[in-house]
């Protein structure tokens, strides 16, 4: 039995565990809802190839809240948990991989998973999970026992009801109706600074909006029920991302701003409004941390080339679209590259890296289950063991990009209903159906889409697959504007062979990979016996092909015609000549006669000359020494 399997045996003797990455990812079907105390389950769990550390889930699952202080970046944290000491009271304490520090605490109800209540400082309760010792990098700074979430703490949780207050201004923690404007602000730019400290460059607009947006409007109470009438909507909002953002790449000199959550007592603020509270952050900006690298070519060459999921095709943390005429077997393809990499095995002989796979079946749920229940019957897995999420209800993915969004929403779906887990794949099949009410030739609408994928894409540092369709001339590529095919990396068209069910997936566009070789499938039925009513089921599965198949011959109608009479006279043995050589044939002369009686328009001797070249060039038929015979080819 392993070390970390042991710690785990150890850590769930008091609380539920479940395993993550070395990133502090859960690395389990389910995330930390997955969590137990089950010594058999865990050892299954923490078998895992990629557990490196032991999570517990926070909240009402585990009894605990956590108080998160981070000290990365400069002192911040540091200066949080010194003032506010006194109050953190004498808790169990552990100290985390950056030197931080977490505060173990009774669970409180109404005490959710919140970031950045003050710079460098996180809530971890309802919804999020710590890591916790002995795993590596982590270690019990005392022995005490837990004590209840403390008080001071609870009004910085917005799930938690602020105290009643007959004033019409409310302080920062409960709910604002004046002084909206300063809560914005500072909102913004906290927000933003929490960003920059953590990725080391500005947010995007689409960031700030999804994840910044609904914070406030669950703090900012209307007057009227329009928050955008009174001047306090989401324009105001994106005015002041992109006033802030300018002025911060503009590198105005420091000025120190307190946090939105500072020591009350401290700051002598009792009884102030929050104008008061808050010092002018808009025109007192501190200087951007971000700069410019210059790499010579010597650091260019070292630079890991991009790593595929589905190799060589589908790139990493990419956008990909997969797109063929209808009934080109284009969403058995995209299934059959999720399931691959859901369930971690190769796809017709190569390599998968595997991973949890979202799949938007925005055409519906029947169509999916039947295909997924044909591949895995075909590959003779268990469905159940792949963590293989899909969604079927209609989504729009040319939304604005507000808090209460299709796109705001899914994410939203996906970190909940998956807890904390990243998906390596999500799929949108089909991109017209995420399209509805939209135009597909607009540059604008298009525009919205690949942000909103963007916005996907990053949120979760995973590779977008979109599925779509042909234009109506298939040679000018896929249908739409062509601001989707300037934005993806990687541009797939999978064309179905006229007659048969054979298809060919080709590569269209690499953006920074060599372009894959040429692939051959085709489609074979799979039938079985519904167990629930007994009918028959049946659905297709793609099947790789050892080689391309040989082009179809086409041939006219009036090479047809000259041919059959030359097989008809070969095959009465009448005319049979036999040249010097002693090769065996029928008279070029003779069959020439019998082919113009049939067909008149070949009596031209040009044109019968440029008639049988072309039957000879395409080794229809061989002419020697006078004597023209069928070929053997």
Sequence with gaps: MSDLINIALEVAENYPVFPCNSKKQPVCNGGFKAATQDPDQIEVLFNSPNAALVGVPTGEISGMSVIDIDVRDGKQGEEWMHRNRSKLGTTKVAVTQSGGWHFYYKHRDGIRNKAGIAMCVDIRGDGGYVIVPPSEGYSWLNDEELLPYPDFMVQENSEVSAPNSTSKIHDA??????????????????????????NATLPSEEWMVTNVWPTYTLKVKSRTGDLENEDRGITMFMKKIRSTIGKLKREQPAKKVRGEFDDPEEDEVQGKNIEEVFTPIVNELPPSIRRIVLRNLAELRAAPPPSFIVAPYLVDKSFAVLFGAPASYKSFLALDWALSIAHGIDWNGRAVEQGTVVYLALEGQSGIASRAEAWHREMNLNETNAPFYAVTVPLSMVDELTGDS???????AIHEDLGGVVPKLIVIDTLARS??????????????????????????????????HSGKDSDKGMRGSSALRGAVDSEFEIVRRKDTQQVALHVRKQKDTEEAEELWMEAKEITWIDGSFGAERSSLILDPMDAAPKKAIVISVDQQIALDILGNMLESKINIEKDYQGNYGISENLWREAVCESLPNLENSKTWYNFKNRLVNRKFIIVLNGLVAKANV
């Design 173 to 198: 923690f409960g709910s604002i109706v004046d002084g909206r404007e300063k809560y914005m602000s500072d909102l913004v730019y906290a927000s933003i600074l929490d960003f920059r400290r953590e």
């Design 435 to 468: 399209f509805v009410g939209k135009d597909e030739n607009s540059a604008t609408d298009m525009g919205l889409f690949v942000r909103n994928v963007d916005t996907i894409k990053e949120r979760f540092d995973c590779t977008v697959l979109a599925v779509h």
């Design 406 to 412: 299709d796109t705001s929403l899914l994410i939203e």
